[in-house]
């Protein structure tokens, strides 16, 4: 699992950021796969305020309570309405370009550290990893690491917010048979590369998960998973509470 940050110049989605903050606008945020087309995400997108968010995202918001970790948290929108909602957060990223952005948008805890690195241990109550945030889980087998990070970073009985989607519909003929190859790995394992004008970020593992088996790696690893809410296209919000 990657526990390092990201360096300026191999940081896509930080230069939009950042482009977006100093000039109020970008060019094309680009996305790659080998497993889809190419695709896009428009740097509004990315400081949307809480009446633009999913209904997901804003159901995550006003659950959490204590003080919380906005994890992953790009151009700092999440943490700023939970400012705005007069409620305590620290925000993390591997963007240095994002990570001086949110402290120009007024996130006064902000800082640019990954959630892996072992020296990261401060307590939190709740912790929020939205816009598919499982994604920076990677791949199912990086799933108990993730789980010890939660352990060391929750208070007891704390628990994540977070959002994902199953992405079964891709590999779904139109008659409900599934297309996916049981010999290869979990089908919400995607590997993305982005990139914002000459700056080409390296290739990353993002985890999509299905809310089942999200369940029984939680169960495996000491957490509850309670289905919160679902979205509109196989999208969903998820609580994990650590059983202790
Ligand atoms: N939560 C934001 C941004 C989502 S994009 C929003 O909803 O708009 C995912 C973000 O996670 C990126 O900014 C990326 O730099 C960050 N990230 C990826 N891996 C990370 C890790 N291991 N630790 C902390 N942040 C990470």
Redesign the pocket.
């Known amino acids: ?3 390092g940050l ?1 360096s300026p110049h191999k ?1 896509p ?2 230069a939009a ?1 950042a482009d977006y903050f100093t000039k109020g606008r970008a060019a094309k945020l680009r996305v790659f796969s080998s497993q889809f087309d190419e695709d896009e995400i428009p740097a509004e ?2 400081f ?1 305020t809480f009446d633009e968010m999913p209904v997901l ?1 804003q159901e995550a918001l006003r659950r959490a309570t204590g003080k919380i970790l ?6 700092g ?2 943490a700023l309405a939970l400012q705005d909602m007069g409620k305590q957060v620290e925000a ?4 240095p370009l ?1 990570v001086e952005t949110m402290q120009k948008r007024g996130v006064r805890q902000a800082y640019c ?5 072992e020296h990261y241990l401060q307590k939190f109550d709740t912790i ?6 499982s ?2 889980i990677g791949k199912l087998e990086n799933m108990s690491a993730f789980f010890a990070k939660m352990k060391q970073l929750l208070n007891p009985g704390g628990c994540i917010y977070m959002d994902s989607s199953d992405l079964r519909y891709l590999f779904e003929d139109e008659d409900g048979s599934f297309l996916i190859d049981l010999a290869g790995g979990y089908y919400g394992e995607i590997d993305f590369r982005m990139q914002y004008k000459q700056v080409k970020g390296d290739t ?1 593992d993002w985890l999509y998960i299905d809310f089942q088996t999200l369940s029984y790696y939680a169960s495996e690893n000491g957490f509850r998973a309670e289905l919160v809410k679902e979205g509109e296209h196989y999208d969903y919000l998820a609580c994990l509470r650590w059983d202790v």
């Open positions: 699992m990657n526990t990201l940081d989605m930080g950021i997108q990315l949307r995202e906005d994890c992953g948290a790009g151009s929108c999440h993390i990223d591997i963007s994002s550290v990954n959630l892996f690195d929020l990893m939205l816009m598919n945030g994604g920076i990353f």
